[in-house]
């Protein structure tokens, strides 16, 4: 049995079926999990959402941003909707699949295997615990009613006023008001999904995404970069993508795995029981 943990696919079908293929995948034997990102920019994000969904039990995803701005796009308050997306909306099956996008976690620690999967990264001043406690809330708020109203808030503060996000989601220097606004679902929510770069409490450091591999002269270094306790949990492995500037990061226990297959590189999957990587080379499909 084999858990392979995929890079963001951006509806990059093809690059998934290929994978699977490639690997032998069997789904009464192995595990399919992604790091989030499979819609949106390539052609086929509803093959994608029904693929995984399809795999019932056998598969498991966290929540992408791209994920979201497909919540944005269905509940009406995204600014435009991408052709790719529409696509999803348009579909026959858009009501069940709407329903699986909303209801995917936000965080997945399988402690068997001793993985974390988050689509962003976690914030350093974060211990697994709490951030398993904010993704659990976060999943809970997305799949209740008041989930449409949470999420337009969430974007109205990232969009119209990214100055005002960065404030309210920076952790106040005052003990009691850092605690309050670690606490707030929105900074939850942009840490989980979004995060690149940060300040040492967290302070999301917002369009400065470029990165060297060098420590930055700014103070805002690349999430993976702090040491504990934002990974405290010893021998096991954290996985993420969304940052495909990065062309993929490949440490001891961290495992980066957005290398752009949709727009020309590869498609990198993690097998966990292995420790090994797997390529895929894809086709630029953005052209
Ligand atoms: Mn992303």
Redesign the pocket.
């Known amino acids: 049995m084999s858990t392979y943990i995929v890079g ?1 696919l951006h509806g990059n079908h093809e690059g998934l079926v290929d994978l699977l293929s490639a690997v032998d995948f069997r789904p009464r034997r192995d595990r399919l999990w992604c790091v ?2 499979i819609v949106n920019r390539g052609p086929g994000s509803a093959d994608c959402i029904q693929t995984i969904m399809g795999l019932g039990s056998s598969a498991r995803c966290v929540m ?3 994920e979201l701005l497909l919540l944005a796009c269905a509940w009406g308050f995204a600014e435009e909707v991408p052709d790719s997306l529409a696509a999803v909306l348009d579909h026959v099956e858009s009501t069940s699949m709407l329903d699986w996008v909303r209801r995917l976690p936000f965080l997945i620690h399988d402690r068997r295997r001793h993985v974390v999967v988050v ?2 990264g976690l914030p350093p001043h974060w211990r697994l615990s709490h951030a398993r406690r904010q993704a659990k809330r976060l999943r809970h708020i997305l799949k209740s009613p008041q989930g449409p109203d949470f999420l337009r808030e969430a974007f109205e503060r990232s969009h119209d006023a990214p100055e005002l996000l960065h404030k309210e989601v920076t952790p106040h220097k005052n003990a009691r008001r850092r605690g309050r606004a670690a606490n707030s679902p929105y900074y939850a929510i942009h840490a989980l ?2 995060l690149r770069r940060c300040g040492p409490m967290g302070e999301i450091a917002i369009n400065r995404d470029e990165y060297d591999g060098a420590r930055s002269d700014d103070g805002f270094e690349a999430w993976f970069d702090y040491p504990r306790p934002g990974r405290q949990e010893k021998n096991t492995h954290y996985v993420f ?3 495909a500037a990065l062309n993929g990061v490949e440490r001891r226990y961290l495992h980066g795995l ?1 290398t752009g297959c949709v727009r020309g590189g590869p498609l990198t999957a993690y097998e966990v029981e292995a420790d090994r990587l797997h390529h895929l080379s894809c086709e630029d499909m953005t052209e």
């Open positions: 963001d989030g990102d992408g941003n791209h689509h962003a999904t979004m993508g969304h940052w957005d």
